[in-house]
């Protein structure tokens, strides 16, 4: 089992930045592939990005391609998601969800999901 726990979401305006954290608890919690995802109203949950075990590999969703970078830090058990360039259809609760196993992050299929973190770009 691991908890996960996202922080630094908040209102910024368009063309903005701002950073994500996720905080990752449990049992060997830094071998774990991580992603992030993002839920709207009325929206399906969309992927944005996921990185590997040892940060060694990333994919992104063309969305957000050029705009957002994931990185980790296994020693502090904490991945980030930087977002620059913000646009007003950025606006979600930006979810972080981890796996174990390579092959169910690479179908975007993830066990353990965080409750999110409310990103808000006004225009």
């Known amino acids: 089992q691991v908890q996960l726990v996202e922080s630094g979401g908040g209102l910024v305006q368009a063309g903005g930045s701002l950073r994500l954290s996720c905080a990752a608890s449990g049992r060997t919690s830094s071998s774990y592939h991580m992603g992030w995802f993002r839920q709207s109203p009325g929206k399906e949950r969309e992927f944005i990005a996921w990185?590997?075990?040892?940060?060694?590999?990333?994919y992104y969703a063309d969305s957000v391609k050029g705009r957002f970078t994931i990185s980790r830090d296994n020693a502090k058990n904490t991945v980030y998601l930087q977002m620059n360039s913000l646009k007003p259809d950025d606006t979600a609760v930006y979810i972080c969800?981890?796996?174990?196993?390579?092959?169910?992050?690479?179908?975007?299929?993830?066990?353990?999901w965080g409750q999110g973190t409310q990103v808000t770009v006004s225009s």
């Open positions: 990185i590997t075990w040892s940060g060694g590999l990333t």
């Open positions: 969800a981890a796996d174990p196993r390579l092959s169910n992050a690479l179908r975007l299929e993830f066990d353990y």
